[in-house]
């Protein structure tokens, strides 16, 4: 199976007939903007219950909601008679007991990276998935690569596939934050912002990423203590593919992410805030914008509201619209590599179980 390729989907035999009722777990910031989507812009789904261990929190987002409950224990609320789907917005570390009850209870789970915390268990959630799978007929988990529902990513893709700038031979990414957090170390930058490169370079490509090399230039000053940054990324894929990440967390500007796909016959990029800008032999030239977004929400808004909408409308028919568990599974896989290329200063082989030893 390809990195994008999906099995079809499997309606259940009685779909649920009124709105979803969903239960949002952590409600810290990517938690209470999914509840805020929920509530004021997504039709077809409610939010019932809200978890998050600062109670205070919780009783805060939930009492934005009317109807909604607070419930402390998350598995209480994954288990409650009143729950028909789950998002996971709370710390990954957690994840892996959350999903793994999402499939025991048999209900859908839009589970926000990172899948887990690491390769090997985000494999045996796929084994769960998969041996749910094989007794039902359908999928329940997808992964919060958000990017893949964006318009500018949407189109790249289909231009891609569509031969117009023949076969796509080189990607060139940029990855920049203004700031992070106190706390955050050179190995997160792979985990956490990286990763959406990794899973980005599957979904246009359509290709496993083999390879990672990591390199570290000269650090910005504006880096906190013991940070490398930026950081130079190298991917390779299965295909023979490059693809190169810059990915810059303190640059003090504003957030910006760019994507371009150098092909045979041309290239396109997107990221300059005019959707895809397509180079090519001709007369024409690119206008490039200067308008960049202050943050990841205000970039991917669209993208967020989309993948909440298709997510809503799959759950309803018993199926899954995105990525999902081997999704998560690869991308771990490749960010384990890039972290041990980081340590080593060496090439790293990406080891990635064969989809079909996952079903056997």
């Given amino acids: 199976m ?33 509840v805020a989507r929920l509530h004021r812009r997504i039709s077809g789904a409610r939010v019932a219950v809200v978890s998050d261990a600062a109670a205070d929190r919780a009783g805060q987002v939930a009492a934005e909601v009317p109807g909604c409950r607070v419930v402390p224990d998350p ?28 499939i025991e209870r048999g209900i859908p789970v839009l589970c926000e990276k990172p899948l887990t915390m690491e390769a090997g268990s985000s494999l045996g959630i796929v084994r769960a998935e998969d041996a749910y799978t094989a007794r039902t007929g359908r999928r329940l988990v997808q992964v919060g690569f958000m990017r893949r529902f964006d318009p500018e990513y949407a189109q790249l893709r289909e231009l ?130 200067t308008v960049i977004a202050p943050g990841f929400r205000e970039r991917f808004a669209l993208a967020y509201d ?18 999902g568990a081997w999704d998560g599974y690869a991308a771990q896989a490749v960010c384990a590599a890039g972290v041990e290329a980081l340590r080593t200063g060496r090439r790293t082989e990406v080891r990635l179980e064969s989809r079909e030893a996952t079903q056997s």
Avoid: K
């Avoid at 079809?8 to 999914?34: F, K, S, Y």
């Avoid at 899973?199 to 650090?219: C, M, N, Q």
């Fill in 75 to 102: 598995l209480a609320a994954i288990a409650d008679p009143e729950v028909d789907a789950v998002v996971l917005a709370s710390p990954g570390r957690f994840h892996e007991e959350q999903v793994l009850a999402c």
């Fill in 160 to 289: 891609i596939a569509s031969g117009a700038i023949g076969e796509p031979l080189v990607v060139h990414c940029a990855h920049r934050n203004p700031a992070v957090p106190p706390g955050v170390t050179t190995e997160s930058i792979v985990q956490d912002s990286v990763v959406h490169e990794v899973d980005v370079a599957r979904f246009l490509l359509g290709e496993e990423i083999a390879a990672v090399t990591v390199l570290r230039p000269r650090s910005t000053r504006h880096a906190g203590e013991g940070l490398s940054d930026p950081l130079l990324v190298l991917l390779e894929t299965t295909g023979g593919r490059m693809v190169d990440v810059e990915c810059f967390v303190s640059t003090g500007l504003a957030y910006e992410v760019r994507t371009e796909v150098v092909g045979e016959d041309g290239s396109a990029m997107i990221g300059l805030g005019q959707g895809v800008v397509r180079q090519s032999a001709g007369p024409a030239g690119a206008v490039r914008s």
């Fill in 306 to 323: 989309l993948e909440l909408r298709r997510w809503v409308d799959a759950a309803r028919r018993g199926t899954v619209d995105g990525p």
């Fill in 2 to 34: 390809t990195a994008t390729e999906t099995l079809p989907a499997v309606p259940v035999a009685e779909p649920i007939p009124a709105d979803l009722r969903v239960a949002v777990l952590g409600v810290g910031l990517m938690g209470a903007d999914h």
